[in-house]
């Protein structure tokens, strides 16, 4: 009950205080709003074409929530919130099975109190939904593997094919690759031998496939084969080519987990390196959760393109590894020495820092404005977000937090060192989510957004310039295309083309005004379109309208 508490306390007050974010959040509630308003649920839709990159159980999601709260970005980060509640649950419980009440609450505790999976179960991205399905998934296959070595017979197999076959209608096959992946690594450390019943991947298959099929089968007999046919190679592009400028260093993920999981990441480390025998009821889980780990962090460092949530299904099994490291720790079984404590404080004084910076930097844009080349950025530093002293607060309780506890540490003080290492990171956190990304979105996106939201229940059409948003879509509330839209932008085989609407937005005999909104630093690319009527420019954007032509230069 205490942990349900806190997951509604901490992950649903404030969902919707600050905007959505470009690309994937806002690309998501949009696709959600799509179904409402075309009555369609069976396929997903960007700007009402078809987009075969997601399967629909994720927005299905957002479609029930905006149904019944309105089309809003609440609505929108609902789902994640939810499942943020149910994953501490779940934690618990399973820690409560694996060991004692203890090491669940601890591993509740890490998913609770680390940066980056406390954030993300505020978000409207769908990783937090999939990465549930697949540790479940994983979870089962596990029991399945100790029931098989115990000679019992059980369901688990079953279990464990239907969150794969949810993994897969959340996000793809990559709902099938990973389990698929951590149970060869798994066998392949066995030497190859039986871990499973032949009939127990009969029954895994046999149950993924139907779940699969809730969604494959009937858009197949509506639409023929040619949209999962997009689907898979879309997917198999994406682990091919950078995708949207998202190429990366190898170690870009080793990284974001390292800073983005504080504090739990310091702990694991240790744990994932010294500790092979765990003290649990299954004393394979920890090395299930270890292969799951470094096959997911493998996996999406060898995939060309790198997003900084392609890494977040690394988190659950972390968080499992850490809570051992801290419960060995209660015990008295395990000590931190100098090198550990001191890369704890380095590690979260960076980002302690980097929390007392932004807010700095924002009441003083001066210090910065001078050193940035990029005019767009310079604008995006120049918009009227208000920053006070107070903004200061969550920088300053982390660091006070991870002072305090690097003094316990270093003095033996185990409890109230675990306590005074997330209940400060867990308070500042929630501070720095109530009023940080709505303050970041005032320089980064606001003046477009407000300028979609002042056109809604208009009758005219809506675009970018020269960089892709899907913002405009959400924003202005897209009713759909109109018949001459279609007419003058649908290829023969049914395909709109951005390009040529744009085009005709610019150029055609358009029956309504069109509103543009492009970078500035590209206005001058433009000026040449003798039709534009130019309206503003803010933080770093130019707007632009172009009139029916005959009709005048309507505002």
Avoid at 301 to 312: D, F, G, P
Avoid at 537 to 550: D, H, L, T
Wanted: glycine share 6%.
């Amino acid at each position: 009950m205490l942990l349900f508490i806190l997951g509604a306390l901490l992950f649903l007050p404030f969902l919707g205080a600050s905007p959505l974010f470009d690309w994937d959040e806002i690309n998501f509630a949009e696709s959600a709003r799509e179904m409402l308003v075309s009555g369609d649920y069976a396929r997903v839709r960007i700007n009402f074409q078809p987009f075969w990159e997601k399967p629909p159980l994720f927005f299905w999601m957002q479609a029930s929530c905006m149904h019944l709260l309105g089309v809003n970005e609440f609505a929108a980060r609902l789902p994640n919130a939810i499942f943020g509640i149910i994953t501490l649950l779940t934690l618990f419980e399973f820690g409560r099975e694996l060991r004692s009440d203890r090491y669940g609450f601890l591993w509740a505790l890490c998913m609770l109190g680390s940066f980056l999976p406390h954030v993300y179960f505020k978000s409207g991205i769908i990783d937090p939904v999939f990465n549930y399905f697949i540790f479940l998934s994983v979870w089962f296959i596990a029991k399945t593997v100790r029931a098989y070595k115990d000679g019992a017979s059980n369901l688990h197999p079953i279990f464990a094919g239907i969150f794969i076959g949810l993994a897969v209608l959340t996000k793809g096959p990559v709902g099938l690759l990973l389990p698929l992946l951590t149970v060869f690594f798994f066998w392949m450390s066995s030497r190859f031998k039986a871990i499973v019943a032949f009939k127990h991947l009969i029954y895994c298959a046999i149950a993924a496939t139907l779940v699969t099929s809730i969604w494959f089968i009937p858009e197949t007999i509506k639409n023929g084969p040619w949209f999962l046919q997009e689907f898979i190679e879309y997917q198999i592009r994406l682990f091919r080519t950078p995708d949207a400028g998202h190429a990366q260093p190898f170690f870009y993920h080793f990284v974001v987990v390292l800073l983005g999981c504080f504090p739990m990441s310091v702990p694991a480390l240790r744990a994932l390196f010294r500790y092979p025998q765990a003290r649990l009821e299954d004393p394979d889980f920890l090395f299930w959760m270890k292969t799951l780990f470094w096959v997911v962090m493998i996996l999406f460092s060898v995939v060309t393109t790198k997003i900084v949530h392609y890494s977040s299904m690394a988190y659950l099994p972390l968080s499992a590894i850490a809570a051992v490291s801290m419960e060995e720790y209660l015990r008295g079984r395990q000590t931190w020495n100098f090198w550990q404590v001191s890369g704890l404080v380095l590690v979260g004084s960076i980002i302690g820092l980097a929390m007392i910076g932004i807010p700095l930097v924002g009441m003083h844009p001066d210090w910065v404005l001078p050193l940035l080349k990029d005019p767009f950025a310079a604008g995006n530093l120049q918009a009227a977000v208000t920053w006070n002293w107070m903004d200061l607060l969550p920088g300053i309780i982390w660091l006070l937090g991870i002072s305090v506890a690097a003094m316990h540490l270093f003095r033996q003080r185990r409890f109230q060192a675990i306590t005074w290492l997330f209940v400060p990171v867990i308070l500042s956190t929630s501070i720095f989510l109530m009023s940080f990304p709505k303050r970041i979105a005032g320089y980064t996106q606001q003046a477009p957004l407000d300028f979609y939201a002042s056109l809604q229940g208009r009758d005219v059409y809506v675009e970018t310039l020269h960089f892709k948003s899907f913002a405009q879509y959400f924003y202005f509330r897209k009713p759909g295309f109109s018949p001459l839209e279609a007419q003058h932008c649908l290829d023969a085989e049914g395909y709109y083309h951005i390009d040529a609407l744009r085009s005709w937005y610019l150029t055609g005999n358009i029956d309504k005004p069109v509103y543009f909104v492009l970078k500035s630093t590209h206005k001058k690319d433009y000026e040449t379109y003798p039709d534009l009527v130019w309206l503003k420019e803010k933080n770093g954007f130019s707007f632009a309208m172009r009139p029916v032509p005959g009709i005048g230069k309507q505002k």
